[in-house]
């Protein structure tokens, strides 16, 4: 059969879509060419705001659409939106033929095969502690790939539905991932980014490694650290990423692994959702603003480009216009090199949805355009002091609003766009670039000898 995925949400479910295109292929099935009618058409959804989640079912509601006109045979949900709605999929989606939660993704090629013989509502729904079997399955081709290495999350902040869908936290076992990196390096990827909902908890609630395992040999004690140093061994890999972090991880060992390890990049998405301690504890966060600035000043102790990136959420219930401002000077004295903002959306059966929805609308928005003006120029000041440097700088290929310069990516993920001289580098090599211009978001540059 031919199939397509298309995927809403986070990396963790790009990386799961991956997956699940891995193990269609290895069941003998093929992605539908651009424009090509598939036979099964799937959507992985993303639940975490309401506004992702309607889009997700929107776009299932388009391929049931075409299933009607007899353009596709047989349509699937994946992923959070099908943990949070269970078997309420069937009745809000009519016609809907198979659905799997997010731990449950290895069932998709079965469910699929069902479908089109012509089975109706399969229905895939994991516990909360299930550990998916596959994990390791990916496309082959690229220099740059994902590894979940911590599914789930036991974090409960009062606004965030993730806990719910996406279950337990579970480690993958160290010689599980190296195995896998090992084995993705072999095949020409230089750079992988772990990840976890909470990627620093690796190792926390359950072992991730056993007394088979070598001890650290540079002494590393806690299991994160100890899972970079592993794959900083594995032969053609040349950068480690991860996300996303939270402060509590920020420990000494793991600024000791940034200072230690080269292949570890000097950044690191560190969601802060608010610089109001009021509302933190509301979240239920688990760190003050000046916890969280300690952790920032510490990543940036280790090297002073150290990128710092993180999530804001606006209009969280009872914000006011203090707690908004307090969320402003935390922006601006961390110096975040991006931030994505996020207007507050309640999700049921969280805490916060017990709570009115206090803020309006036009709040949420101004409130949001404020952070996004104000990280707009920070973005512009931070990337100017670049100016003259050289970064190295892995190439990607043509840029895409130029195809005739390249883009590519520093260390510290900060998009670098540059002249490709006369022999364009191949992609996933590593040049060195000279910074001549800055933008908020990307920097400009040309080859450096
Ligand atoms: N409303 C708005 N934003 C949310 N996020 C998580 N839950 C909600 C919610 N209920 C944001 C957080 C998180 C990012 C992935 O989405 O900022 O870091
Ligand atoms: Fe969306 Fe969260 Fe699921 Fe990622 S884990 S797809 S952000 S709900």
Redesign the pocket.
Known sequence: MKFTIHTYG?QMNVRDSEAVAALMRAAGHEQAAPGEDPDVAIVNSCT??GRAENKAIGKTGNFLAEKRAGRVKAVGLMGCAVSRLGADVFKILPGLDFAAGPRRFGAIPMLAERALAGGRELLELPDPDEIPGCMDAHSPGGFRAFVTVLLGCDNRCS????PDVRGHEYSRPAREVAAEVASLAANGVKEVTLLGQSVLRYGRRNPAFGPQDPPSARGFSEPFPRLLEMLQGVDGLERIRFT?GHPSGCTPELARAFRELPKACRHLHL?V?SGSDRVLREMGRGYTRAEYLSAVARLRGTDPEFAVTT???VGYPGETEADFEDTRTLMEEAGFDNA?V??????AG?R?AALPDDVPAAEKERRDQVLLADQDRRGLKRNSRLAGTVREVMAEGPSARNAARWSGRDSGNRIVVFEPGAAPPAPGSTVRVKIDRAAPQTLYGTLAP
Not at 159 to 162: K, T
Not at 342 to 347: D, E, G, M
């Open positions: 986070c975490v705001r606004y965030c539905i993730v996303s969601p959702q999530d804001i959420i994505f996020f207007k507050y959306s309640p999700r969280t916060s």
